[in-house]
């Protein structure tokens, strides 16, 4: 189980053991709702170092071109996992 904070509803996808999981609050007003979408999953590898992917925001800009070549919004692009690799 992923130890994790956050703000109502909001989830986090814990791709090791491919589980989602949700914050729920004691919030009256914190309100879930789960809907069954398709979707499509990615693995992809890039020739860079760990650590400069965060600089420049990378992630935003790697987002923003896979959702312009998809043709959807950017907010439907979800960065599940970031995680180094071997020289």
Same mark, same amino acid.
């Given at each position: 189980m992923i130890d994790y904070t956050g =703000?109502?509803?909001e989830s986090i996808f814990d791709f090791e053991h491919r589980r989602i999981q949700f914050v729920l609050t004691a919030d009256p007003k914190c *309100?879930?709702?789960i809907h069954m979408t398709a979707s499509v999953q990615v693995k992809l590898k890039f020739d860079l170092n760990y650590d400069d992917f965060f600089k420049? *925001? %990378?992630? =935003?800009t790697l987002t923003n071109t896979i959702a312009t070549f998809l043709g959807i919004p950017p %907010?439907?692009?979800r960065i599940v996992n970031i995680r180094p690799g071997s020289v």
């Amino acid at each position: 189980m992923i130890d994790y904070t956050g =703000t109502c509803a909001e989830s986090i996808f814990d791709f090791e053991h491919r589980r989602i999981q949700f914050v729920l609050t004691a919030d009256p007003k914190c *309100d879930l709702q789960i809907h069954m979408t398709a979707s499509v999953q990615v693995k992809l590898k890039f020739d860079l170092n760990y650590d400069d992917f965060f600089k420049n *925001d %990378n992630k =935003t800009t790697l987002t923003n071109t896979i959702a312009t070549f998809l043709g959807i919004p950017p %907010n439907r692009i979800r960065i599940v996992n970031i995680r180094p690799g071997s020289v």
